[in-house]
């Protein structure tokens, strides 16, 4: 008999987490009172149970979802399991994404009729291949897959979500960074007249992003292009975003116009609005506190109580070898 043995970043998808409740972050930030007091004051979001994967298929939100269905991906048995997935609805409705305003409803009211084809993703910087790359042109024959991945905000709540996308460095691969390219930097769309909330200096526009070489290039770093196997709304961060599972959400860019392969640490959004709290690496860590709350704990989202926050998000057995030697206790 052949035993499987499942890894600890194996998700099975009764993790899944109540999709209407996922992409926010960023509003909570701006109550300084509230965030004293960090999950503990979020509400409970009860999710109703949808219809999962029938026989290894991909996550159906229902005829009633938005979004245009997406044909060719590959569902990952790993990383996936057959429970009953939360419902489309709830992944449209609470997002983080201030470029569209800093209120979680903001996104989904005001992002309606944001066009994203054509759309254009420059590459530049210590690369073999730079160059202005239509999106489906940069994508072209890379098998798209389905993955469920954990979402750890730096607020102090969380999500599971199943992702649609490419991993990063079959994209990197194709651009050849060079041996001088150490990090690699994202930059989202800067465009005030299709992103109202660029007209508040809220951040320093473009919301700037980046990573290591080795993060990038990691197995589980992903470019994401759907989300419950249709394409992701405006308010998620189409048509690219950013999913890097074992980091807090800020560090996953959305609606990417730019990937430059650089030689030094890129400065980047949060790290540049406030240095004293978010760091470049911004890896989930239970054990080292955000200056204003704790990070000991999370509340699921959909979930009454707060549950343990895992190291790296509980990806450690994967991704904890590419920080030997740093000071995981350091917010780099």
């Keep these: 008999m052949l035993l499987r043995h499942r890894r600890s970043w194996d998700l099975q998808e009764r993790d899944t987490t109540p999709e209407a409740l996922w992409a926010s972050r960023r509003s909570f930030l701006r109550g300084g009172a509230a965030l004293l007091g960090g999950a503990s004051l979020m509400p409970s979001l009860s999710a109703t149970a ?23 991906v590959t569902p990952r048995p790993d990383l996936a399991a057959a429970d009953p997935l939360t419902p ?56 798209l897959e389905e993955r469920i991945y954990r979402m750890r905000c730096v607020e102090g709540w969380s999500m599971v979500i199943p992702w649609v996308g490419v991993p990063l460095a079959e994209v990197l691969k194709r651009v050849e960074p060079t041996a001088d390219a150490k990090y690699v930097r994202f ?37 994401a292009t759907g989300v419950y196997g249709r394409s992701l709304p405006p308010q998620n961060g189409a048509p690219l975003r950013l999913v890097v599972p074992w980091k807090y959400g800020f560090k996953s860019v959305k609606s990417i116009v730019r990937i430059s392969l650089v030689r030094e640490m890129p400065r980047t959004s949060w790290a540049a609005q406030a240095p004293q709290e978010y760091g470049f690496y911004a890896n989930v860590n239970p054990q080292v506190d955000h200056p204003r709350w704790s990070q000991a704990k999370e509340r699921r989202i959909g979930d009454f109580l707060r549950r343990d926050t895992l190291m790296f998000n509980g990806y450690a057995e994967s991704v904890a070898g590419l920080y030997s030697g740093l000071d995981l206790r350091k917010w780099y």
């Design 50 to 72: 949808a219809t999962g994967p029938a026989g290894g298929g991909l996550a159906d939100p229902g005829p009633a979802a938005g979004g245009t269905p997406l044909a060719g």
């Design 88 to 143: 489309w609805d709830a992944v449209t409705t609470y997002n983080n994404f201030y470029e569209f305003g800093t209120a979680k409803e903001d996104p989904a009211r005001r992002a309606k009729g944001f066009v994203t084809e054509p759309w254009t993703v420059t590459v530049d910087g210590d690369v073999a291949r730079p160059g202005s790359y239509d999106l489906g042109r940069l994508l072209m024959g890379i098998g």
């Design 187 to 223: 930059e989202t769309l800067n465009d005030p007249k299709r992103m109202p909330g660029q007209a508040w200096r809220v951040l320093d526009w473009p919301y700037v992003e980046g990573l290591r070489l080795d993060e990038a290039m990691h197995p589980l770093t992903l470019l």
